[in-house]
């Protein structure tokens, strides 16, 4: 597997993130001030995910996209897009509840002029710890299954 990155773009505020490779919780520093960032803007009017060339996603990145798409539901009252075209990352995406939370499209999003790299972001140890915990107390809170999946984690990461 190729090491991660994310790419994103804007245009009158409408966002696109697209996520690459292996994405693990080395980028959710980058992934996280991405996001506040793109909610800080006024002109926000919407966002979608491009997963066609992901090639692997930990639990911290699916937390912190289902972060994501809570807080556009909230904030904003509609679910983003999230585009993916690997039936493995389907299963994995499905298996974690997220057709509740994004409108899914199982097929290739339109290419998007204009987008670059976001520089990475590191994080202290305790800064990164926060935010696996974080992103995954989300995903418990999407179902009873992903709770009884995390909780042994959770468990570990919250005593140490």
């Known amino acids: 597997m190729s090491e991660g990155r994310i790419l994103a773009a804007s245009q009158d ?3 696109v993130i ?6 693990r919780l080395t980028l959710c520093t980058t992934i996280d ?7 800080s803007d006024p002109e926000f009017a919407s966002v979608w995910v491009d997963l066609c060339d992901t090639e ?3 639990s911290t990145t699916l937390g912190l996209l289902a972060k994501l798409a809570l807080e556009v539901q909230d904030r904003y009252g509609f ?16 298996s974690m509840g997220f057709q509740q939370l994004f409108d899914l499209h199982e097929e290739v999003c339109a290419h998007t002029p204009g987008i670059d790299e ?7 140890e305790q800064v990164v710890k926060d935010k696996v915990i974080e992103a995954h107390r989300v995903l418990m809170g999407l179902s009873d299954e992903n709770r009884a999946r995390f909780s042994d984690l959770m468990a570990v990461l919250e005593c140490s």
């Open 79 to 94: 679910h983003p897009a999230l585009y993916s075209c690997s039936p493995g990352i389907n299963r994995l995406l499905n």
């Open 118 to 124: 976001i520089p990475q972001v590191e994080g202290t």
């Open 18 to 23: 697209r996520m690459e490779g292996d994405v």
């Open 56 to 58: 692997g996603l930990d």
């Open 13 to 15: 505020g409408a966002y």
């Open 33 to 39: 001030e991405f996001i506040q960032r793109m909610f």
